[in-house]
């Protein structure tokens, strides 16, 4: 899974409530399906641009994924590997476009049943789990010890 950063949470939460609100959404579409709208909140980028780029090369997501090359001169390529270093993996990308990840899915099915991985209410319910997954993840690895203040810094009654 992605690694916890508040850049991640942030950008999942942004995508999923984009798309409660309406942001159009076509699976069969590669910059308006689940890891298009995800790369159109994280890289600014257009639906139009994303479709573009991935024409390039023929495939859906998870095939531009398996032959992503970062060195191949394509602009997938480069959307793609601008994604990885946001912090996104090549699996955590491939497991969104068909809502997949085993962690996310313990969460997701009882609450929601099997995925359908092409329906707007799943994919905005997976990417809040994740976020939530992630979140926890960051809240977990905080230590209050570190948070405190010094001790020339703390309060003292005058």
Known sequence: MARASQF??????????????GKPYE?????????GNLAQTVLNMTKAELHRYAM??????NEQLNDYCPSSGLQIDQVIFSLLEKGFSTDDLQ???????PEIM???KPLYGEPIFNKREHVIA??????????????G?????KLSA?????????
């Open 56 to 61: 390039e090369r023929p495939g859906d997501w």
């Open 141 to 145: 690895n905080i230590s209050l010890e």
């Open 95 to 101: 497991q969104l476009e068909r809502l997949s990840n």
């Open 106 to 108: 313990s969460k997701f």
């Open 8 to 21: 991640i949470i942030d950008a999942l939460r942004k995508t999923a409530t984009q798309l409660s609100q």
């Open 126 to 139: 997976y990417m809040q789990i994740w976020a939530d997954l992630l979140e926890e993840k960051l809240l």
């Open 150 to 158: 010094p001790a020339e810094l703390a309060y003292s009654k005058v």
């Open 27 to 35: 699976w069969g579409h590669m910059g308006n399906c689940n890891c």
